[in-house]
């Protein structure tokens, strides 16, 4: 039975892929903060699939991080999709302390950990993939906390994927542009959500490109909406 871990999993992305990759002969560990929502993606994606863990924690703590490998228990896994993310938007003279750490915990050190323990484990075959943002690769004002931990988790899973390649696991990372989330609700601001991208489109991507041949990998996928960057 494969085991797919996935992070951000209560909604938006993290629940589309989950809801994309259930399957009778897979066990879903599926990651959330917010308890309730996570209970409502489980309650999607059990009838599909063979199992679903759930792991409710807060990624901005390092102790929240190592009860979660231990809760995820010591087989390996199949899949990580590091997906969870928070998201500050402000000048960047008006971001506290505890929101540029916050931004780091949850954005870089939460992947870092994770891949870290995670991947030496992983049978070939096996993937990793980053669900990272146009803002891994472009700067935007009043983005700067968001775009500095995804360039950070950019420029790590590079290097990750150099050092896995001789193992045969495939580390993919995932480029999209403004996708019509839950995230937008705490960002202030009149952002035009119908012309964005959907999380289902996003993790249609993902599907498709984890069901590529072993020794084929997409290695990077941009998504776009032609009415362009929002």
């Known amino acids: 039975m494969k085991r797919y871990l996935i992070t951000g999993a209560s909604r938006g992305i993290g629940r589309a892929i989950a809801e994309k990759l259930a399957a009778d002969d897979a066990m879903l560990l599926l990651h959330g903060r917010d308890t309730v929502a996570l209970a409502q993606t489980c309650k999607s994606v059990e009838p599909h699939c063979a199992k679903v863990v759930l792991l409710v924690h807060d990624l901005a703590k390092p102790s929240a991080l190592s009860d979660l490998i231990a809760e995820a228990g010591k087989e390996p896994i199949d899949l990580l999709v590091n997906n969870a993310g928070v998201a500050v938007v402000k000048p960047f003279t008006e971001i506290t302390t505890i929101e540029w750490e916050q931004t780091v915990g949850v954005n870089i050190t939460a992947p870092f950990m994770l891949t870290q323990h995670f991947a030496p484990r992983m049978p070939p075959g096996s993937s990793v993939v980053n669900i990272l943002s146009i803002a891994a690769r472009t700067g935007f004002p009043n983005w700067s906390a ?33 996708t019509d989330t839950n995230i937008w609700d705490h960002i202030e601001g009149d952002w035009p959500r119908g012309k964005m991208i959907s999380p289902e489109e996003v993790a249609s991507a993902v599907a498709y490109a984890l069901s590529r041949p072993t020794d084929v990998t997409l290695e990077n996928i941009t998504l776009s909406s032609l009415v362009g960057n929002l």
């Open 146 to 178: 968001y775009c500095m931990s995804k360039f950070a988790v950019e420029g790590f899973s590079q290097s990750v994927r150099e050092e896995l390649r001789d193992r045969k696991i495939r580390v993919i990372n995932v480029y999209p542009a403004a």
